[in-house]
């Protein structure tokens, strides 16, 4: 080793890595992690794992938007459902209506 050697400096910038595109790097690996711990884990639905491989071809804005809605649209179910049993345990059986929507 030559003792009048500089220590070589390279920075992030001189590689070409920016914060934004570690952040999106970052973000890619998150996302990428994520699928695949749920595609690996018997307990989740095929019906998630189907959704989360339809929705990676879709624009991920609307995928977003469209899940936003359901879990609004689902939250309402649960809560009317959730009215229905107190109610019933009341002794005043109420169910809600059955889900038209539902595929035969």
């Keep these: 080793m030559i003792d009048n050697q500089a220590p070589l ?4 910038r001189h590689l070409g890595v920016t914060p934004s595109r570690i952040d999106a ?28 491989h339809f929705d990676a071809a879709r624009d991920p804005i609307d995928a977003l938007n469209d899940a936003v809605e359901l879990l609004r649209i689902s939250q309402l179910r649960v809560d009317a459902l959730m009215a229905a049993h107190r109610e019933a345990e009341k002794g005043a059986l109420v169910f809600p209506e059955p889900n038209r929507m539902r595929p035969k």
């Design 9 to 12: 400096e390279v920075s992030a």
């Design 25 to 52: 790097e970052i973000a890619a690996f998150a996302y990428d992690t994520s699928v695949a711990d749920v595609i690996a884990d018997a307990a989740a639905s095929f019906a998630l794992k189907q959704r989360i």
